[in-house]
């Protein structure tokens, strides 16, 4: 049986950008869907149960579901399945760049008044101040950029080794299962050949190739 993969995009973006990500996991026998949200004026309490339902439905007859979340995509991703083990399909998570940690970038971008906030939308508590710690059961792999071009390079809001968005320790959360960091920048995450090739080794082994090897 073929596993089931669900793309989350980020903030500020739509469905289409994950595009040639989409297409490279099909190359790669997985059966991919993209689920589409408005990152600033949705609800996230209506975005989870959507993506519930949406598992939910894709897991009828025993197949696995993984999630794979660009940015926001990734903490909306933890946050669904956080605390529901038993209720939902069994599958792995990998997170492409997301402040799982929490985002300094964001923090700052909201202080910048009300306009910021507005931007943030209603995933802003989420985006700020992400997560302590993973301690569900379910497997996480982690992806972090490393080459920094990007809005928060600009306006100087990230600090460390950063993908020109988000820093890398901000994705290095407790508890995950893998981590590894690519020589790529937030948006390029998508874009990158050897990004889906570490998905597609995470999704099927539950661990990423490590410097040296791809």
Same mark, same amino acid.
């Given at each position: 049986m073929t596993d089931h993969i669900i793309l989350l995009h980020g903030l500020w973006m739509r469905g289409f950008a994950l595009s040639m990500l989409h297409r490279r996991l099909i190359e790669a026998d997985f059966r991919v869907h =993209? %689920?589409?949200y408005l990152s600033v004026a949705a609800q996230q309490e209506r975005i /989870?149960? =959507?993506l519930q339902e949406q598992m939910v439905e894709l897991a009828d007859g025993g197949h696995a579901v993984h999630l794979v979340g660009h940015s926001l995509g990734g903490l909306l991703a933890l946050r669904v399945c956080a605390g529901h083990a038993g209720e939902l399909p069994p599958g792995r998570i990998v997170c @492409?760049? #997301? +402040? @799982?940690?929490g985002s300094a970038a964001a923090r700052r971008f909201a202080g910048l008044g009300r306009g910021g906030e507005v931007l943030l939308g209603n995933n802003r508590e989420l985006l700020e101040h992400g997560f302590e710690r993973w301690d569900d059961p379910r497997e996480l792999g982690v992806i972090a950029g490393c080459t920094p071009l990007g809005l928060g390079a600009m306006l100087g809001q990230v600090e460390g080794q950063h993908d020109g968005t988000v820093a890398v320790e901000e994705? =290095? /959360?407790p508890g995950l299962t893998d981590h590894c960091v690519?020589?790529? #920048?937030h948006t390029g995450l998508l874009f990158s050949q050897d990004v889906a090739r570490q998905v597609t080794r995470f @999704? *099927? #082994?539950?661990? %990423?190739? *490590? +410097?040296? #090897?791809i």
């Open positions: =993209r %689920f589409d /989870l149960q =959507r @492409l760049g #997301s +402040p @799982l940690k994705t =290095r /959360l690519m020589d790529t #920048s @999704l *099927h #082994s539950g661990g %990423f190739e *490590h +410097p040296g #090897s």
